[in-house]
């Protein structure tokens, strides 16, 4: 009678989570899987020790090589004897290797310099990932040496010991490209000591017609861009650098070439590295984040196809290599309330030599890098952040994008204003309107808006755009009343459009509105920052935007505006904390490095810094209109609301009315202009005029002064 050998204690009986498929007689694979399989599992009952039956939890084994499942339940002695007897039986006749695992394993040998004991180890840890059974007699050598494990493998494989264990060296070409690692999960603890590259057992045992095809599983050639470096005019020379380095780079076969470009989603970082591509005319080719079947690839095993393809590609002097969405390996692990948020990157020695030995330069893609520990941030060559592109890069994108449809001009140049625009929010929102079928103008813009309102609402972001003005006054110089000429300030400007100036005065004098022209005059884009935009919460990230500002201004070659300057270079006497003081130094530090244009506008001078003011090469004062710059005005907005003026006496008695109002500014005409489109209601220039002595009346009401809208100061 049969013996039961029970497992020791502290051991458990496998119990298969599910039957496995049984084995086809018919596969190609069948013949050395059941030689590798027997032969693992002589070694098994020859030399284990212990309580337990060495064949203990192998029924799947036994079935492959055609044994009963009782002969685990056998004696030693009996199980020993039948596993020799169909050893034998199985090694009388030699499988045949002529099937797809072992062509591609010849291919992927030629490209990578495998020897034969490396193919005939990788070619074991792929079959027994697609068949576990196949490796679970030496499933105990997990938790053992490497030299122990080779031990075994050079065994079963037939191989020299010292062969198979320089086929498993960290340093050997299997383990160094990704292809191959040890198993050291504890359970289940019947899988095979060997893992494979994800996906990597799909590869090899699909059929593959040529190099290429093959080569095609592990990366995937990138399309030619849909964009042009005419639509990165703001990274002309971040893109000139970038490509005329990455040349030399390629050529000298500088190992460790890595460029990070990083940047929020959907401002086109993929676009940009293909347009490096197309204008280095390299051959480049993406790490793909999900299997032919659509299956993600995790992180680490993504990281290993890089290292795979750095060999892969290796000997083309124009191959570059696109890792996108590198989040995968690094990740943000979070933040505990209680401790500091850890930096990701976890395997650091096989992320150090990533992204230290490539000999093949890679452009590394991510939204975010606040996660990256500066240990890896520092290996990088360079660094391109790709941010949204400045007004007048979003007008023309939008008028590309928007072509075919009934919209205006009016609603492309108010749709510029919005600086959270994307690249990928145009492309989306025209895409939206053309299936939604909407012909009709006012019907597409709202479309627009609200599509546009929502993808930006979903982010966090508002959806600001500029005012619609289907009619108004037309800014002219003549109105503003300044301390210095300022027609001829602006054409000195444009001969040299650089320093600091300050405008200071009254709101609604046209402080604002000048830097517009000025910035028009020139042709370049204005960008606009508030105190508001600017101050935060928490302590250092206001320094953080004052520096971005300006980095933003450098980087569009726009006129930069600080309005409410006031809010930054407050009195440093009066400061009563540290980083009052630190906020009022980092403006004043930017600004002196400022190399374009900067103007800062207040209404409360008074409250300055004393010491920035000889940080401004120009002060200008902005004042009430004078009676005849307010007259001049007057004529302009009756005419824009098609009214005469009256003759003789009711035009003298008009004009002394209008005289009599000492505080008018630009801004109070905007403002009467916008009520009366409000209001859509017939007026005679008398209650024009009424209109404009209730907004000065406004200026002297208490403590509840209200600032006038449009002409902003």
Known sequence: MATIVRPAKGMRMLRPRGRRRPPDPSAAWMGIAQLWTIRAMTRQVVSATGMSHPLMGMEEALQLVGLPENTMLKDRRTARRLVRRRLAALERHQPSLDFPLFHNLERLGRMLGLD???????????????????AAP?????????????????????????????????????????LLRQNDDERPWRESPLQVMQGLDRILMDEHSDDAALVARFARRAPQPALTADDFPHLHDELQLLCTVLRNARQSSDAGFNVLIFGAPGTGKTEFARIVAAMTSLDMHEVPVAEADGDPVK??????????????????????????????????EGMSFFAPRRRSGRLKGFTNRALEENPVPTLWISNTIGQVDPAFLRRFVLQVEIKNPPRAVRQRMLERHLDGLAVGERVVQRLADCEKLSPADMESVARVVRLAEVMDSAAVERTIDRVLAARLGARGDAFTTGALRRTTIQYDLAYVNASLDVGALAGSLCRNPAGSILLYGPPGTGKTEYSRHVAERLGKPLLVRRASDLLDMFVGNTEKLIAQMFGEARAAGAVLLLDEADGFLGDRRGAVRSWEVTQVNELLVQMEAFEGLFFCGTNLVDRLD?????????????????????????GALAADVGLSLPEGGDLARLRAELGRQSTLTPGDFATVRRQLDLLGQAVDPGQIVERLDAECRMKHDGESRAAAIGFRG
């Open 116 to 134: 034969a004991a490396e193919k005939l180890v990788l070619a074991f840890a792929t079959l027994s990932q697609a068949r576990p059974e196949i």
């Open 138 to 178: 030496l499933a105990w050598f997990k938790s053992g040496t490497t030299t122990d494990l080779a031990r075994a493998l050079a065994g079963v494989l037939q191989l020299e010991e010292a062969d198979a264990v320089r086929a498993l060296q960290r340093d050997g070409a299997l383990v160094a490209t990704g």
């Open 299 to 332: 992180g680490p095993d993504r990281l290993a196809r890089f290292m795979l393809c750095q060999r892969l590609f290796n000997r083309s002097q124009s191959s570059l290599m696109l890792f996108d969405e590198m989040e995968d390996v690094f990740p943000d």
């Open 610 to 634: 004393q010491a920035s003011f000889r940080r401004f090469m120009l002060k200008v004062q902005f004042s009430y209109m004078t009676a005849e710059q307010s007259w001049k005005m007057f």
